[in-house]
T-cell receptor, first 121, second 112 residues
């Protein structure tokens, strides 16, 4: 079963505009991650935010996390046609362990339903 | 480093048959996880292996099984295939760093 909802299910914008996707989840988490998937291919990891962080940036990506509301948002600024893809949030409930002991393996991720983003040239 | 490699990429099987999918993780990664992706259910966790031991398991019937070898390569087996098993099966490896999990391109299984 899915951890939560992603909103919107589909988003269509013009190149240069910003795209915002939201994710809600149900249980306590250690971290939340965002992934991108192009046309039914493998997922690509975009960014990870830990439960004690509120905001994180990576290039044109900005992620926020509100653990009190159990929600996260992904903002893509100045979008490009190449950003067209499905975007998924994934929650990881595992506790951090030292990496030499296996670490938090991100091995049991629970994914949202995803947002299909279309960026028109 | 080479990425996560899944073989085969495409597979067509008949109901009742069994199938084995293979995943080679990124060198040095000891954790390998499997996910099933369908249009109806989305991405669902199957199981995770770490150092040849199953560490986590999702809510799938016993027809779905897996194993991991000493070189961290993993296989997933589905016995007595059903039409509903048609899906994209994704393998991911990780090492517990902040870089998340690395996914392969998936195996597209079609059961007819």
């Amino acid at each position: 079963s899915q951890q939560g909802e992603e909103d919107p299910q589909a988003l269509s914008i013009q190149e240069g505009e910003n795209a915002t996707m939201n994710c809600s989840y149900k249980t306590s988490i250690n971290n939340l991650q965002w992934y991108r998937q192009n046309s039914g291919r493998g997922l690509v990891h975009l960014i990870l935010i830990r439960s004690n962080e509120r905001e994180k940036h990576s290039g044109r990506l900005r992620v926020t996390l509100d653990t009190s509301k159990k929600s996260s948002s992904l903002l893509i600024t100045a979008s490009r046609a190449a950003d067209t893809a499905s975007y998924f949030c994934a929650t990881d409930p595992s506790f951090l362990q030292p990496s030499y002991a296996g670490g938090t393996s991100y091995g049991k991720l629970t994914f949202g339903q995803g947002t299909i983003l279309t960026v028109h040239p | 480093k080479a990425g996560v490699t899944q073989t085969p990429r495409y597979l067509i099987k008949t109901r009742g048959q069994q199938v084995t999918l293979s995943c080679s993780p990124i060198s040095g990664h000891r954790s390998v996880s499997w996910y099933q992706q369908t249009p109806g259910q989305g991405l669902q966790f199957l199981f995770e292996y770490f150092s040849e031991t199953q560490r986590n398991k999702g809510n799938f019937p016993g027809r779905f099984s897996g194993r991991q070898f000493s070189n961290s390569r993993s296989e997933m087996n589905v016995s007595t295939l059903e039409l509903g098993d048609s899906a994209l099966y994704l393998c991911a490896s990780s090492s517990g760093t902040p870089f998340g999990a690395f996914f392969g391109q998936g195996t597209r299984l079609t059961v007819v």
